[in-house]
Structures are given as C-alpha cells and as structure tokens.
C-alpha cells in the first residue's frame, strides 16, 4: 500500500475522530444509507466485509439497535487507515489495517459492502477480481458511489463512476439480481446499490430475517 495514502487517511480520520464527529460527510447521504442497511434485515446474518470501512459509523449506527448485523463471527472490516482501525477495534469491532487487493486471507464472505469508497479505487475490475476470490458462491455486493467526476484527496487524478461502469462490474461478478437508487445531494448524483446472485437460494435468504 502506498505510505502517502495511509497518511492521508489517517490524518483524515484522526481530525474527526479528535473532533468527536458523530456523522462524517453529507448528512442526507449518510441517512440513505443507514436506510438502505435497515431495510434489508435478510442480510444481517450472512458473513460481511466492510471494504474501506473507517471509523464504521454505518456499523455503529445499526449496532445500536440490534446485534443481529455486526458481531464477533458475521462482519468483518478493512481499511487502509491505521487511526481508523485502531478506533474501531476499540469499539469491539473485527477491523483490520490493510489494502484490501492485496489482503491474505482464507476467509469467504456472502456480502461486500463499499460506503462511499469504492471511488477511491483505481481499477474496480481489481476489486472485482478480489471479490472474486475472497466470495462464497452466493453473495451480495452493496455500496455507495459518486456519479459524477471527482478529484481524489491523495493523486489529484479523477475517478469516473456511471450506471454502465457499474453494470460492467456488476456482470464481471455475475451479480444479475440488482437494486439501485439514483439520488442528488445539492446538485451531485450518487447511486446507492445492492447486486446479488442469490436468485437460487431466495428462500434461505429470506429466512435470515
């Protein structure tokens, strides 16, 4: 992983964790997405991993009201930061500091979760690839994303997301099933997204909840 990134996030996330900041970003954004998570309980018992997880605000949010969500044996996450991590463990939670390309690791998992950082990655048909071989054979991909051109904080290069470019990582992963939800947060359009190949198995599913 690049010294210069690891920098630039944990400066990031030890400023707001200094200040306390119980919400970071776009207060509208982070409201969708604690939504969008509450309203699919069939998913709170399948294994996770939050990729890019950071201080795990989403995770916290959920945690306090019920623990079928995130505990000891079914979330996991993962995150270049070092501050961010080292707070999350704190609160109990599974992280680890590391680049999740290039993470070792024998574990699989039914659902990958990307709030608001799979933008920041240079080639998602990378990410793809990891997925592909960190998934169980059912799985869910879930995530938030900027549609519009953006500078990233560490590069200065811009990163492009739209609906095709999705759809294309979407069928590299051969997640058919799909679920996506166009919004604008003063004038800039996000999508907030769910894709799975669970169309076998939608009984199991449902008997999560």
């Avoid at 990655?121 to 990378?126: A, L, M, P, S, Y």
């Amino acid at each position: 992983m690049a010294n210069e990134h690891v920098k630039y996030w944990d400066n990031f996330w030890g400023r707001h964790i200094e200040a306390e900041d119980v919400i970071i970003g776009n207060p509208e954004r982070y409201k969708r997405i604690i939504n969008f998570i509450w309203n699919r309980p069939q998913y709170f018992k399948l294994n996770k991993l939050d990729v890019g997880c950071g201080t795990c605000q989403y995770v916290f949010r959920i945690r306090n009201y019920t623990n079928h969500y995130v505990n000891v044996n079914n979330w996991r996450g993962v995150d270049l930061s070092k501050v961010a991590v080292k707070y999350a463990q704190s609160k109990g939670l599974r992280a680890k500091q590391a680049d999740f390309l290039e993470w070792d690791t024998p574990l699989k998992f039914e659902c990958f979760t990307f709030w608001n950082s799979l933008e920041y990655f240079e080639d998602i048909t990378r990410v793809a690839h990891k997925i592909d071989t960190l998934a169980d054979k059912y799985f869910s991909v879930q995530g938030n994303v900027p549609l519009y051109k953006m500078k990233t904080n560490t590069d200065g290069s811009k990163r492009f997301l739209d609906i095709r470019s999705m759809s294309a990582f979407w069928d590299r992963l051969g997640l058919f099933n799909r679920e996506y939800e166009v919004y604008g947060i003063d004038g800039y359009p996000y999508l907030l997204f769910e894709a799975n190949n669970f169309q076998e198995l939608s009984k199991t599913i449902e008997d999560l909840a």
